[in-house]
T-cell receptor, first 111, second 116 residues
Framework: RKEVEQDPGPFNVPEGATVAFNCTYSNSASQSFFWYRQDCRKEPKLLMS???SGNEDGRFTAQLNRASQYISLLIRDSKLSDSATYLCVVFLSGGSYIPTFGRGTSLIVHP | SAVISQKPSRDICQRGTSLTIQCQVD?????MFWYRQQPGQSLTLIATANQGSEATYESGFVIDKFPISRPNLTFSTLTVSNMSPEDSSIYLC?????????????FGEGSRLTVL
């Protein structure tokens, strides 16, 4: 089983739709969680951190479920500009604090 | 935030040659990482570049093939040695903002390598 797993998609949704992605992780001792966004032929950039209490930033909501070992990203009122690959990143514990990436979920928002 | 400059941005190389990629961060960072991203795939960690000591390599990657240097807290290099077409990929330098301790990773723009 991979350490961090994501549904690669693509998720193909119309503008204005609500879409949600999940990401599961295998190491129960994982400490920190993030969602990154990667546009085609560009480097990944931080979208948002994922806190235990959940967090919201405009149209984006991230949540963590430690019991089931997954994090989620919800995008409301999708825009064309949201089309990208969304990468789940998990920092494993143990002092070395090494980041592990999921393979990414591709989102396509169409008119 | 940290700004990372990576060069070359792209290169086309012949089989059997070596290429060194440079990564410069505009501030001191605790940790620097080198990733590889093949088309349609996610990022695969090659190694953690340790300042003043040997890099820590992930399974499947060895120092002879991917020697890494990190002479100080703002600079690192990755060499892809004795290249073959299978090494064609995007190589990304990343740094963790240790100053704030948030864990946020910053990335360079990547080096797109094509091996003929």
């Amino acid at each position: 089983r991979k350490e961090v797993e994501q549904d690669p998609g693509p998720f193909n949704v119309p503008e204005g739709a609500t879409v949600a992605f999940n990401c599961t992780y295998s190491n129960s001792a994982s400490q920190s969680f993030f969602w990154y966004r990667q546009d085609c032929r560009k480097e990944p950039k931080l979208l948002m951190s994922v806190y235990s209490s959940g967090n919201e930033d405009g149209r984006f909501t991230a949540q963590l479920n430690r019991a089931s070992q997954y994090i989620s990203l919800l995008i409301r009122d999708s825009k064309l500009s949201d089309s990208a690959t969304y990468l789940c990143v998990v920092f494993l514990s143990g002092g070395s604090y090494i980041p592990t990436f999921g393979r990414g979920t591709s989102l396509i928002v169409h008119p | 935030s940290a700004v990372i400059s990576q060069k070359p941005s792209r290169d086309i190389c012949q089989r059997g040659t070596s290429l060194t990629i440079q990564c410069q961060v505009d501030s001191q960072v605790t940790m620097m990482f080198w990733y590889r991203q093949q088309p349609g795939q996610s990022l695969t960690l090659i190694a953690t570049a340790n300042q003043g000591s040997e890099a820590t390599y992930e399974s499947g990657f060895v120092i002879d093939k991917f020697p890494i240097s990190r002479p100080n807290l703002t600079f690192s290099t990755l060499t892809v040695s004795n290249m073959s077409p299978e090494d064609s990929s995007i190589y990304l330098c990343s740094a963790r903002d240790g100053g704030r301790g948030t864990g946020e990773l910053f990335f360079g723009e990547g080096s797109r390598l094509t091996v003929l």
